[in-house]
């Protein structure tokens, strides 16, 4: 959830945050909602939140789809409960009208004191080279593994 300012010169604002578990993109602060905080908002740093089991891919900046396969993955996850498929596909062809895209199925939960992030394995006909993934739980960590498409189960905690 983005929470922009309008007005220049305004540095803070108030948030409402509606129920269950949110976290600050910036800092990893963890609020319970329902709440209304006020958030420091200066006009470089536009206050984000994200709710707990949130599952967020953030790739390296390229100038366009097929510029070179993706090296890197970074899986932005806040702990709680949630899943997210991942879609891929060439990005600039009709191919994936014929079935040539894949999909990977990331799952989250926890399990006692330990945050569970499960990846199924990938599925679908487009090939993607192997890759470092990086999956970071915010305020707990991070792992690192080569992506070949296998299931992976990671324990954080």
């Known amino acids: 959830m983005a929470a922009p300012v309008y007005r220049p010169g305004v540095e803070h604002r108030a948030v409402y945050l509606p129920e269950g578990t949110w976290y600050d993109w910036w800092t990893g602060e963890c ?7 006020l958030a420091h908002a200066p006009l470089e740093t536009m ?13 390296p900046v390229r100038q366009f789809v097929s510029e070179e396969p993706l090296e890197s993955l970074k899986m932005r996850i806040c702990p709680g409960s949630g899943e997210w498929t991942l879609y891929e596909d060439d990005g600039h062809s009709f191919e994936h009208e014929k079935g040539v895209w894949a999909t990977t199925n990331y799952k989250v939960y926890l399990e006692g004191d330990k945050i569970i992030v499960e990846i199924a394995a990938r599925e679908g006909q487009f090939l993607i080279s192997e890759r470092e ?3 970071e739980v915010v305020a707990v960590g991070e792992q690192r593994f080569t ?11």
Do not use: C, E, M, S
């Open 31 to 37: 609020y319970q909602g329902p709440t209304h905080i």
């Open 47 to 59: 206050p984000l939140y994200v709710r707990g089991g949130g599952i967020i891919a953030i790739a």
């Open 133 to 135: 993934v990086i999956v």
């Open 147 to 157: 992506d070949d498409g296998t299931v992976r189960r990671l324990t954080f905690g």
